[in-house]
């Protein structure tokens, strides 16, 4: 995502003469290719979408790229962050191409691989909120003492 927003994504709100003709032909390729008829006459709500995408999802995702290569223990937070953030934006894309009809299996399959991608980075934020509780009688500013024998 860290990439695909700001190549791609991007494309359905920004001029296209901001991008090189290899990005703007692939784009259109992918269109073309998955049958994906809100992109070529987006709907308002869809729009919004990618603006949100470009200032939430985008940056979330470059500093959840980077706290994983270099392995910040904040990166299950950031990846909870752009996973919630991504079944949120399905589920709206799900309920236009199912409510409408028009969408092809093709692109369906493709937005269920995209849910698959959501809930994998939103386990781990889970699993990482769990284990940040304190014992009981402790507190995140006082941990307990482990006593030595």
């Known amino acids: ?3 695909a927003v700001l190549l791609f994504d991007s494309q359905v709100v920004l001029p296209p003469g901001l991008y090189p003709a290899p990005l703007v032909g692939i784009f ?3 269109v073309a290719e998955f049958g994906h008829y809100v992109v070529p006459d987006p709907p308002p709500f869809f729009c919004g979408l990618v603006w949100l995408d470009l ?3 985008w940056p979330v995702s470059v500093a959840n790229l980077y706290g994983i290569l270099t392995r ?3 990166s299950a937070a950031t990846s909870l962050m752009a996973g919630v953030h991504m ?3 399905l589920s709206a894309m799900f309920g236009k191409m199912l409510g409408s009809g028009r969408a092809t299996r093709k692109l369906l399959q493709l937005y269920a691989l995209f849910v698959v991608f959501a809930v994998a980075s939103v386990v781990p934020g889970l699993c990482w909120c769990s284990t940040q509780a304190t014992p009981a009688g402790s ?3 006082h ?3 482990k006593k030595r024998v």
């Open 1 to 3: 995502m860290a990439v």
């Open 28 to 30: 259109r390729w992918f």
């Open 55 to 57: 200032a939430f999802l």
């Open 72 to 74: 910040r223990r904040w």
């Open 87 to 89: 079944l949120t934006y």
């Open 139 to 141: 507190s995140p500013a």
């Open 143 to 145: 941990p307990a003492r």
